[in-house]
Structures are given as C-alpha cells and as structure tokens.
C-alpha cells in the first residue's frame, strides 16, 4: 500500500548524512502515514542527535509528529550553542576518541572515556545513568534511545574535533583541573607531600606540583608541556569568554 507522500529539504551541514540526491533543495519521501517525522529523518541517515527545528509548513512541530500528505518538510541542524538541559554537561567518549577525551580534560571539561570497548549498549546505558551526551562518529550508536544525549563528532582530526565539541556546546574552561589520564579532579600538592614519588631532577627542577584525587598521579609544569600548553591556550584564546 503506497502512503502519503512527503517534500523534505535538509540543512546544508545534516547533507554529510543523507543520499546525494537528497543534500540540495527538496525531494519527495513516500511514508507508510503512520511513522513520526523523527523515524522518518532518522530513516533518511540522520541522527536526531543532531536534528534542531523541523519544520512543517513553516511551523515547527515535534519530532514524534505524523507528517500528513503533502508536507513541506524542512530539517534544521542544532542551534550552536546547543544547551542540554537537566544535568551539569559532562561527556562520554566512545572508544575511538581517546585524543579528544584527553583534550577536554586539560580544559578541565569532565570527559569520561575506557581505552576499552565496552560496545554499545554499555556506552548508552552509563550515557543515560550519568546524564552524560554520547560523543561519537558512530551513528548507530547515537541512534540508541537510551542516550541521555548525544552528538556526532564530525572529523577526523583531534583539533577540529576539539573545537566543532566547544563550539557547539561551549562548556566552561578550567584548564590544568582534572587528570587527562583518569578524568579525576587534581588538587594542589607541594613537593614535601609528593616528593618520593618524583625522581631526583623533577624533583630540583619543577616547581608547581598537582595530584589526582582519584588515581593519585602527580603533574607538573615542565618543559614538556609545551604542546599541552598550545592547546589550552588555543582553546582559550577563542572559547575561554563562553559562558557556562
Ligand atoms: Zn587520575
């Protein structure tokens, strides 16, 4: 049984997700008249994750809405920045972004991320027990209904990853705060406190002293950070002024 058809036209930045016939202007969908214009869009590539105003006949509608015959569809991206509300933003990382994951915690960011693969249905489960937002690449994994919330991290690349996540969700800056080893929170340690656990130059040589409060390793500023140090203020420089 054929159902109504539908007209949609997606958002320049949602083409990546969609067929090519369909990246420019709008193009007929036939639907089965019962399915919600989310499943729909979804049906169509696109992670809702990354969905903001939809749009029916200039109107906007929800996206469990049953478009009618002869809609005129129109998918909007997520507004930027993009407010999750209801928890403190926090984040969980999937298993292949393990350089953002360490990126975001020299921000200070709380970036919670396993080496280890604990597949999907472990990633949406603790995404929705920690009201953490999922970042992937992996658009079955953002499809999961579990998600607390989620985002698709659309490079490659850790430093244009690094600013598409703070652009978009402008977290609040508070670098040389948390472990970019475990995600703990540091706290300030003197040298007396941590000294048998450095060796003998570090020892005479740095002077600013940090501890993890979870997996008790010890950070100090040393030549070595200069790269670290790039990032941040980097990072800074162009989102250190967003609000929280
Ligand atoms: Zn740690």
Redesign the pocket.
């Known amino acids: 049984m054929k159902g109504p058809e539908i007209h949609i036209s997606f958002a320049p930045g949602l083409g990546l997700f969609v067929p090519a016939p369909r990246r420019t202007g709008r193009t007929a969908v036939t639907t089965d008249g019962v399915s919600t214009l989310g499943h729909v869009v979804e049906s169509l590539g696109v992670p809702l994750t990354e969905v903001g105003a939809l749009l029916v006949d200039g109107e906007r509608v929800p996206a469990a809405h049953v478009p009618a015959a002869g809609a005129e569809v129109e998918v909007h991206g997520v507004e930027r920045p993009q407010e999750v509300p209801g928890a403190p933003l926090r984040f969980l990382l999937d298993v292949h972004l393990g350089t953002l994951a360490r990126r975001l915690r020299l921000l200070g960011v709380d970036a919670a991320y396993e080496s280890q693969d604990a597949g999907d249905a472990a990633l949406a489960a603790q995404s929705a027990r920690e009201r953490r937002v999922m970042l992937s690449r992996d658009r079955g994994l953002l499809r999961r209904r579990e998600l607390w919330a989620g985002a698709y991290v659309y490079s490659h690349r850790p430093d244009e990853q690094l600013r598409d996540v703070l652009e978009r969700f402008a977290p609040p800056l508070a670098p040389w705060t948390r472990?970019?080893?475990?995600?703990?929170e540091?706290t300030g340690a003197d040298k007396d406190e941590v000294g048998e656990r450095l060796e003998h130059g570090t020892r005479r040589t740095y002077d600013v002293f940090a501890r993890?409060?979870?997996?008790?390793?010890v950070y100090w500023r040393g030549a070595h950070h200069a790269r670290l140090d790039e990032i941040v203020r980097t990072a800074l420089a162009e989102f250190g002024g967003a609000p929280a």
């Open positions: 472990c970019t080893a475990c995600n703990g540091l993890c409060t979870a997996c008790e390793r």
